[in-house]
């Protein structure tokens, strides 16, 4: 791996000069020598103006490969074809993948995005117009319309024809799909299958039926799951009747995971993780909101404290374990959170039931509880030697990890049911609740023991 990245590195530095220096022939050789991807790492460094040079040297045809495998953001990629001249932008979306044209061209202003219509071909046009109206996040939305397509009433022999006559345009020729009347899916067939059956074979008879497919409105997560647990390379797309409309390949669906995992996480953590500014000041605004919001939410805990500040007083020695007792709490909250939204991402069938987890949970959080009560009795009472003190923060321990690894995994389950992303609602809910209930348990069974830790 870094003896590709190094070479890439060198042969970037050769490819630069050579633009600059308008040397096209020799540019074409060494660029388009390179896999696109590093044709597109290279090309996302250029300037602007190194940028309108290699638009003359390269055809539509070679940027439009570099364009499918680009990785940055679409609303970035698409001010790239203003840099273009209209034709010659038209023709780069002619020749990408419908798909990854479709997530490019839906960040277009709309004068831009008709004039480029305009000078696709129909076909094309008519298909990225249809595409772009697909609820986001959605199977329309991320299919491809590249695919191949046969009868079943033809032989394996008819059938390779074809393959070999769409097998540039195609996305992926792995998978052949049998339609019948009214281009309703019927079946499916492996490039496997084709080779190891006679040429006089008919399609039908060895075609698999029923095919595994989705819908085109279903959400892209369920469609990621389904094709993690088939191990397809891709999965066809059918509308409301039956109809093959397109498919979805699994370089589509790693985009989905990484995307999902990102929103996931920046759920988690209250920020974009995708956030590339080296602006402090920007960095700043992002993150803010979400810092003033867990600042307002914790100032409830504050208020509670201040209710047995009298408490406090008397015995002093109790401030000290606060901090203790609800970070402890907090992180077994999140572990059980973590658990809990992977758990509903993944969405498998045979999920146990609310009394089942109630219990998994409830005895998880009693363990994990007095160990870590336990652990901390023993180190209060020898350090303080004050034994009661640390039956106190021992126990308020494990009532609080209970309480915490139960809130962790139904809060979750409870914004999922009413319609709300439990990444991004989930956090602050747990970490407010975790507290909240650690102080409240921490200071009542200190009362009950405040004669043994007076003045202690």
């Not at 979805?248 to 669906?253: E, K, R």
């Not at 030697?385 to 915490?404: R, S």
């Amino acid at each position: 791996m870094v003896k590709t990245i190094e070479t890439t590195h060198d042969k970037s530095d050769i490819i630069i000069q050579l633009l600059n220096a308008q040397k096209a022939r020799q540019f074409r050789e060494e660029y388009l020598d390179l896999h696109v991807y590093e044709q597109a790492q290279i090309f996302t460094d250029l300037t602007e103006k190194q940028r309108a040079r290699l638009y003359r040297y390269l055809t539509a045809e070679e940027v439009g490969d570099m364009f499918d495998a680009i990785e940055e953001e679409p609303e970035e990629v698409v001010n790239y074809f203003k840099e273009m001249t209209p034709q010659y932008a038209a023709n780069v979306i002619d020749q990408m993948y419908t798909d990854n044209a479709v997530d490019i061209l839906a960040y277009a202003q709309k004068k831009d995005l008709a004039k480029y219509l305009r000078l696709i071909p129909q076909e094309k046009a008519a298909e990225i117009r249809e595409m772009l109206h697909y609820e986001d996040k959605t199977a329309g939305a991320i299919m491809s319309t590249e695919f191949v397509e046969i009868v079943g009433n033809q032989t394996v022999r008819s059938a390779m024809h074809v393959i070999k006559r769409e097998a540039d345009d195609a996305e992926t020729i792995y998978y052949v799909y049998v339609i019948g009347s009214n281009e309703k899916l019927r079946g499916v067939l492996t490039l496997r299958d084709l080779l190891t059956h006679d040429d006089d074979e008919m399609i039908e008879d060895i075609m698999t039926t029923p095919v595994m497919s989705v819908q085109v409105s279903d959400d892209q997560a369920e469609v990621a799951q389904t094709i993690r647990d088939y191990n397809f390379l891709a999965i066809p797309v059918t509308d409301y009747d039956g109809k093959l409309i397109g498919i979805i390949t699994v370089d589509d669906i790693i985009d989905v995971i990484d995307e999902e995992s990102a929103e996931d996480y920046s759920g988690l953590a209250g920020v974009d993780t995708d956030e590339e500014t080296n602006s402090p000041l920007k960095a700043a605004v992002n993150r803010l909101p979400w810092l003033i919001v867990l600042l307002l939410l914790g100032m409830s805990t504050t208020t509670l404290i201040s209710h047995y500040e009298s408490m406090i007083g008397e015995a002093s020695i109790l401030a000290i374990f606060i901090s203790s007792i609800t970070g402890t709490a907090g992180n077994a909250g999140t572990q059980s959170l973590a658990v809990a939204v992977r758990r509903l991402a993944e969405k498998e069938e045979d999920q146990p039931s609310w009394y089942k987890q109630f219990l998994t949970e409830f005895s998880t959080g009693l363990l994990t509880g007095f160990v870590t009560g336990l652990t901390i009795c023993l180190i209060v009472g020898i350090w303080k030697q004050n034994f009661v003190l640390g039956f106190v923060i021992g126990m308020a321990m494990m009532c609080a990890i209970t309480v915490a690894n139960l809130a962790g995994s139904f809060i979750p389950n409870l914004m999922d049911r009413i319609g709300v992303d439990p990444a991004v609602a989930s956090g602050p809910f747990i970490s407010t609740l975790s507290d909240l209930t650690s102080v409240l348990i921490y200071f009542n069974i200190a009362k009950l023991f405040m004669q043994f830790l007076m003045g202690k």
